[in-house]
């Protein structure tokens, strides 16, 4: 039977960057990566940052529904701006949640020479609010650096050089303001999914609680709050790069009952160009040198991610897929031709 858990274990970014207790922290985070999928990262020095960033998202939600409305997603065939509250879905159920999308700032403009999937990386559209673009770009700059650094780390735990997965990289991240305003007992934040924009997410969540974890026996493990912690995530992408050894794990949020819930989740990007065949190549490579036991490695081959289906050019193709199917108001604007296509496909 494969190895599971009943919790998410911590693990110490100061103790990582520390050489007298690098290896010991190294080996937990292995353990995570291998047996999780999902790990609390503690001690990182954002935690003023995380602070504040949370302290002002009361503000942008509570502005005015116009203003709000000025910079809604329908605008933006890169999937940034504002989402109104039950306008997304997940699991083909609706989400109760409101939230702001923005990118990495300074994508290049799209053109028509472009592949069309290339239109996911975008501007932001940022609320008509004082400081509000500041903010979000200071802790996206922030939070990437750390990021970056993170990726290094697992490449370390499983024995890999440090720069294994640096050519995976996109050129835009993502980042959400998520509001889960209190519902019915048992409604649904966000249903049962596995993250799909690219290698690891970083989320900061309040102290409200109401994200699980499921695990190897399908049951159903709560991550509570850590304060001034990072819950971070295996993503599909990554999955993918390592040929499902290191795999995501599905997860979901139970809206509150009685009070509001906010988080903020950073989604590491992935390359949009990277296609099926260099994927698998890539997956096969990396298994061979990952410390793995070979029943792992055995049952790593098949992985169920639309990223390593035939159905799509690439990543940018599978991602602008998801992307289309979650916004079916956004895909319908930009993307119609993919729109009716998508939403009449099955993967196989």
Known sequence: MAATFSSVP????????DNATREEELVKLRDAIFVVGFLYLTNTGLEDL????HGKLRELFDLPTETKEE???IHSPSFLGYTRLGAETTAAQTDFREQFDFGTPGMRQWTEQDPFWQRLEGNNQYPKHPGAQELVDDY??????LAQNFVHLVAESLSLPKDTFDDFKGKMSRLKFVK????APDSQGVGPHKDSAGLFTFLSQDNTGGLQVLNKNGEWIDVPPVEGSLVVNIQQGFEAITGGVCAATTHRVIAPISRTRYSIPYFLGVRLDLTLQQLQESAAHIVKRIPASD????????VPSEFLSPLYACFGEAHLRNRILSHPDVGRRWYPDLYKKYSQQTLS
Do not use: E, F, W
């Open 10 to 17: 911590q693990v110490d970014y100061a103790r990582l960057k």
């Open 50 to 53: 995380i602070r504040h960033t």
């Open 71 to 73: 910079c809604n997603m």
């Open 140 to 145: 996206i700059s922030r939070i990437d650096n």
């Open 180 to 183: 889960y305003p209190p519902s």
């Open 295 to 302: 029943d792992r490695k055995k049952r790593a081959v098949d």
